[in-house]
């Protein structure tokens, strides 16, 4: 998915509120510009060199830059040397949103150890086994410390569920970009031709720095730790644990084929955590549309080929049979009640039109992308319904389901509304872009034909609901500013009208996030799913 105007201008707002104005304006500038060379970034930011260099640093440790080495000729013939650019991961940055959302998943499955585990990273970015355990110790009371093999324990149990895994290559080496690596065309927002995007920049340099699976989820530990947590005195007391990885990862002046002798460092695993909220997405697409029992039979469905799911991000789950399907349906609580029948004709009716599940041979597929689509969908209708009103969300429907271009008097014809109204209403949503429209001339006659694009309309969408999200984001923050007084106020000092603000303050901070979340959810929709 491209990157939207203001898409970008949300990236930046949530890095500025996390790291500041120095780190956000380093990031902007990767963000807008593409990948650049140390040397650029500082040009076009007009800060100093070190200044660059530190946010980067920061950037880097929590995941939403990545550098990578290119080929350079430099026009000369002499054999090319190899310049290391840095590219800005906007897909991560949007994550730092979703943190709540993540811890949430993993304390529905592990313990608190595990949740403090997966905070702690969401927190610093990348840490080594020393500073996990180290952290783990900090917050917990005095005298219960937390032994190292505890620590390990519950991390190769987050590394099993692929929550967590072994850091990117530092600089990972990239082919020189092709003309297909170019950035595709801007696309008008009523054009109706639609530009068939290339694998972008950044996932070939997120592939290449990603390690092979097996070192990726591999539960190799820190060797530079002793049982009881602390460094091995036998390794050479100048060398810190983490520091060279660090620099590695981040400094063009270090060579980076040098970081084989390294510790080993962590990070959270946005992909899977991603993968789960889809799945979540998808379960409760369907209980909207049909019911629980359907809903019950598609969760056991996507339980029962997560394994094979993980290994790859597909558009369709692993094929199943009834009988295994109906295995999995009953480990759980809910499941239980449903007898065989019963998952059959859930079966049946997740398959009816528009399936969900696909059958060959009698093995049952998830189709992830045709739920998506639906969902989105609906989506938009929504916001057409909530917008325009009823006549307009009739008319968008038809089209939208047509998929073809309609005159003016055939969609007047097929909803019941005058003509009069009928243009007046495709008008408004053509001026907001929601729509599409061609002039045909015949003799001395005009009509107007109207289509919808959702390839086009749904960019268009999403960049809104970035709008949207930047907006609401900048109001929580001008509404604590506005009341900061009450919010440092000691506990035993609201009272009487100071009380009641701080209650009314807080309410409306609860209202406002909750609603962040679920425009949040949206976002993830058209963007991530």
Known sequence: MVKTQYGIKYAVHLITNHFGNL?????????????????????????????????????IQHNCVQAFRLADTGGSQSAPKQITQYIALFDNILHRMRFSKFLAIISQEFDTLCVGIVEGLLQHGRLTLRQIVERANSSQKEGNSVGMGAVQENLRKLVMARYV?????AEPFLESP??????????????????IEPETLEQRVMEA????????????????????????????????????????????????????????LWHANFEEFIRRLRHKACIENVRARMDDGAAIVLSAMLEASKTEEKKVRTASSVPLSVNSIYEEVIKSEKGRNMTFDHVRSALVQLSSPPPFVTVIDESYSIDFKHIIEVAQSEEVESIVLKRFGRDAYRMFRLLSKAGRLLETDKISDKIFVEKKETTKILYKLWQDDYLLMEKLVVGTATFLLWKVNKHVLWEHVLDEMFHAALNLSLRVAYELEQQKEIVNLPTDRREGPMKEKYEKLKKMRVLMESSQMKLDDAIMLFHDF
Do not use: W
């Open 23 to 59: 780190v956000a304006k380093v990031c902007e500038c990767l963000l807008r510009k593409g990948p650049l060379t140390l040397h650029n970034i500082v040009r076009y930011t007009e800060l100093t060199q070190m200044q660059v260099k530190n946010s980067l640093l920061v950037l």
């Open 209 to 264: 720095a990603r390690p092979m699976e097996a070192k990726r989820f591999s539960l190799e530990m820190d060797t530079e730790l002793n049982e009881d947590g602390e460094k091995d005195q036998n390794k050479s007391p100048d060398k810190h644990v983490g520091d060279k990885r660090k620099r590695d990862a981040s400094d063009p002046n270090v060579d980076s084929d040098t970081t084989e002798d390294q510790v080993v």
């Open 178 to 195: 092709t003309e297909d690596d170019a950035p595709a065309r801007k696309r008008g927002a009523k054009s109706s031709k639609m530009v």
């Open 165 to 169: 895994e072994h850091c990117p290559t």
